[in-house]
Structures are given as structure tokens and as C-alpha cells.
């Protein structure tokens, strides 16, 4: 269904802070949209670089900025266009992402034809050269519009770029509408308020860039703790506590040290006041089950390498026990690599005949290489390879 454009008017608030390398890109991506009856409201919160002189380069009438000179957080500066926007919906934009041309068009047409008050969308992550879409199932509609309640008791899924909320959702949440003490989980807690009073529409293809910087908060795996905390004591009624505590886990599990782990967990056992969770031994079944499956995927991929391989067209990194031992279950194939990888090579060196090489000296950098050193130095090596510009590689697995 074509919607007329004129009809409503949607607020966009970018609440940013010292993003001068970025905040151009954000609010081109909102002006650039097929759905023209919109206002952008800038919340600058206190930066200290060029941000202010770029907002104030747009000679266009519905690009509005706000300038506070104290810094209060992202949560503050949201609660903040909002209280300013003119429209009857409100779309949230961050200031270091991108919205697809078609975003809004797309959710207010739907939003027309459902007659739903709320609507998400599915993104895509980008991550340096990777990129992947959320949800993983995102083509399932029938799930995440009409099970939504359900799936959000174990975690979130509509991410705040991806909002667009009829205005009187959000009169009815009263102020303030994003929590100023959320230090995380700002879009969780909003949205389970917002599910328990109306009803959410979803479009199943991604309409956002959502891309990962290491100044962004969602590296902070501290305040996840922290926000996990706030969330418990908002809407334990709510939740399944035992779903949600996983899922935090999961976010954390393979990027946190331990002993930052341990603490995040004993800070939220302290606050769970529930007899039949216990976090540890929660986190110790998502671990087992994480390392289960990475060891299987890591099993099938050596697997379909070791297929596609002939003699001389592969290189082992690794001249120790495991890689003698990668070598020779090989060489029982007919297959010989064309040189072993060290990180750093004394001098002329052979194994069988075979060169040994540094990773910084070998010139042929797009054959296949096959890691062989054991689980502990496996991350190590898989980095120096990707920093070093190596096209292909895989871990070894014993079969």
C-alpha cells in the first residue's frame, strides 16, 4: 500500500556525543529517506569537537539542534528530543549509524495497514568486514510480531535505531521515557514497557547499518552488568529471569576476562533473590554448550579445507606437536604443505624437507592455511594471520 507522505510527521532524535567523523553520515541517511515529512533533532550532549559547526552546516528547515552544555548521558538527551519533537511518531537515530532510504516508508506503511502502535525492524551489524543480519531468523514475521511479548522475557531484539513509536505510546509511558540510570539495556527497558501496553509491528529485512565502535557503550561489558542489575529489579515480574541471566552471559562469555565475568555474575546473583538460580552454574552450562558447538563448526570447516586441498597448496601455522601431528595425518592423503608458518624463524630451517617460515616473510599470502597449535595460542595465531592480510585459514581439529 502507497501511503500518502504528508500525513504524519515523524521526529527523529540523534542524540550524540563527540562523533564529528560520524554524525554527517547519520542524519544524510534520515534527510535521504523516500518518506520526506520529517524533523531531525540534534541532541548534542556537551561535546568538545567539530559536532556543533557540522549540525549548524545543513541549510535545511528540519534539522533542528539542541545543545546542552552539561553532559548527561545518551538516555538524557533522547528523553530531551522528545520533549521537543513536533511530530505524532518518534524514530531514534544513532549518531554513528545509518538508516536505509527506504526505513521509513516502510514502517509507517506497515504501522497504516496494521493499525499497531510500535514498529522494529531487522539490522544489519557491521562489524570491520563482517557484516550479519538480526535477528538471525529475521524473514520469520509470524515470530517477531506476534510472539514478541514472549521472546523479549529472555532478551531484546528491537534495538532503539530501529524504533519508530506513535507519539501517544509514549505519553502514556510518561517521563521520563528512557530511563537516565540505564548505563545499558535503554531499548530493552523501554520496549518491555511499551509491550505490556500495545501492540508491535515488525518488518522482516534490515533498514539499518548498526555499526560496532569501540567508543560505543555496548563494548562495556561492566555497565551490562550493571544495566542487567536495573532491569531485574525493574521487571523481574516480567521476565524469565533465568532466559535473561543466559542471554547476559552469552553476550559477555567469549569477550570478558574472567575474573570481570565472575564479578558481573556475583553482582547480579546478589540481586536475583531467587533460591533456584544459581549464575555460575548457569554460566558453566552456556560455556560447555558454546565450546561444543565452535568445536563442531570448527571440526566441519577443517573438514570441507582438507577436501578442496592438493599437494603444495596449503601452509601449516605451527611447527610444534600439533603441527607435526596436522602434517602427518596429511601426509597420508598424498598431501605435503608448500612450507610450515612460525610467528618468528632464527634462521633456514626444514621439517622433511619442507621450509619453515616466519608469517612476516612469507611471500605467498593467498594459499590456505591450516593452524596447528593447541586451543590456547589458537586465537593468537588466527590474529596474526588476519593482521598480516592471510586470505584463508582454518583451525585444526582432530577427527
Keep these: 500500500m502507497v501511503i500518502n507522505m504528508e500525513n504524519e510527521l515523524v521526529s527523529v532524535v540523534i542524540p550524540t556525543h563527540n562523533r564529528e567523523d560520524m554524525i554527517k553520515r547519520a542524519i544524510d541517511s534520515v534527510l ?8 531531525v533533532i540534534v541532541v548534542d550532549d556537551a561535546s568538545t569537537d567539530n559536532t556543533e559547526e557540522i549540525v549548524n552546516g545543513y541549510h535545511d528547515s528540519r534539522v533542528r539542534l539542541i545543545c546542552e552544555k552539561v553532559r548527561g548521558g545518551a538516555n538524557k538527551a533522547r528523553n530531551i528530543g522528545i520533549k521537543y519533537s513536533k511530530g505524532g511518531y518518534i524514530a531514534f537515530q544513532d549518531s554513528d549509524d545509518e538508516w536505509l532510504p527506504n526505513k521509513l516508508e516502510c514502517q509507517m506503511g506497515l504501522m497504516e495497514t496494521s493499525k499497531r502502535q510500535v514498529c522494529y525492524c531487522a539490522y544489519y551489524h557491521l562489524a570491520g568486514e563482517k557484516r550479519t543480519i538480526m535477528p538471525a531468523d529475521y524473514e520469520n514475521s509470524a515470530r517477531y510480531q506476534n510472539n514478541l511479548q514472549t521472546i523479549l522475557k529472555a532478551g531484546n531484539v528491537a534495538s532503539t535505531q530501529t524504533l ?60 551490562m552488568y550493571d ?19 543466559g542471554t547476559v552471559i552469552e553476550s559477555n562469555i567469549l569477550d570478558d576476562n574472567p575474573d570481570q565475568l565472575i564479578a558481573g555474575l ?22 560447555s554448550g558454546i565450546i561444543k558447538f565452535q568445536n563442531v563448526l570448527l571440526l566441519e570447516q577443517y573438514t570441507a579445507a582438507v577436501e578442496n586441498l592438493t599437494d603444495g597448496s596449503f601452509m601449516i601455522y605451527g611447527a610444534g606437536e600439533i603441527g607435526q601431528e596436522v602434517y602427518r ?34 611471500k605467498n599470502r593467498s594459499e590456505m592455511v591450516i593452524v596447528g597449535v593447541s586451543e590456547k595460542y589458537q586465537t593468537e595465531l588466527a590474529k596474526n594471520l588476519r593482521e598480516r592480510k592471510y586470505k584463508y585459514f582454518c583451525i585444526y581439529k582432530r577427527m
Design 164 to 223: 519508530v513509536i506513535k507519539k501517544d505510546v509514549l505519553d502514556l509511558l510518561q517521563e521520563p521515557f528512557f530511563d537516565e540510570n540505564m548505563p545499558r539495556l535503554q531499548d530493552y527497558d523501554i520496549v518491555i514497557r511499551m509491550i505490556q501496553i500495545c501492540d508491535f509491528a515488525y518488518v522482516n529485512r534490515p533498514l539499518v547499518n548498526v555499526y560496532a565502535s569501540e567508543q560505543s557503550i555496548t563494548t562495556d561489558s561492566k555497565a
Design 329 to 362: 595425518s596429511l601426509k597420508k592423503r598424498g598431501l605435503k604443505p608448500s612450507c610450515f608458518l612460525v610467528t618468528k624463524c632464527k634462521g633456514t630451517e626444514y621439517i622433511d624437507n619442507i621450509p619453515v617460515v616466519s608469517v612476516d616473510d612469507c
Design 32 to 39: 535521504n529517506q523516500t518518506y520526506s515529512n520529517l524533523e
Design 266 to 287: 556475583n553482582k547480579i546473583q546478589e540481586n536475583v533473590n531467587r533460591s533456584d538460580i544459581d549464575c555460575k552454574d548457569l554460566m558453566l552450562k552456556r560455556m
Design 227 to 245: 544495566a542487567a542489575v536495573r532491569i531485574i529489579e525493574k521487571h523481574s515480574s516480567f521476565l524469565d529471569i533465568y532466559q535473561f541471566i
